[in-house]
């Protein structure tokens, strides 16, 4: 069975950068379209980056340019590095595989504060 455990997430002032991981266990990264999301309170799941099995990288407008997602096959693990946060960037963050989307994870709590 497949586990995905994030974790990085914290309390930042805005203009603060946080670093994510998602440790994943049962299923290679490399193989995979890994995407990570966010769920502020009160709103639906969002799609923010993911990276294909080539490594191909994609990001909502939203973080477009301060948001960096990337890969480390040999951990597999997935990351995703957050500069120039904004309070709008408050979520909690989870990863998961794009299509037939794995059990979701704990997730992890990113609140940035103005």
């Known amino acids: 069975q497949v586990q995905l455990v994030e974790s990085g997430g914290g309390l930042v002032q805005a203009g603060g950068s946080l670093r994510l991981s998602c440790d994943v266990s049962?299923?290679?990264?490399?193989?995979?379209?890994m995407g990570w999301y966010r769920q502020a309170p009160g709103k639906e799941r969002e799609l923010v980056a993911h990276i294909t099995g080539i490594g191909n990288t994609f990001y909502a407008n939203s973080v477009k340019g301060r948001f960096t997602i990337s890969r480390d096959n040999a951990k597999n693990t997935v990351y995703l590095q957050m500069n120039s946060l904004k309070p709008a960037d408050t979520a909690v963050y989870y990863c998961?595989?794009?299509?037939?989307?794995?059990?979701w994870g704990q997730g992890t709590q990113v609140t940035v504060s103005s």
């Open positions: 049962g299923s290679r990264v490399s193989v995979n379209v």
């Open positions: 998961n595989r794009l299509t037939s989307p794995f059990n």
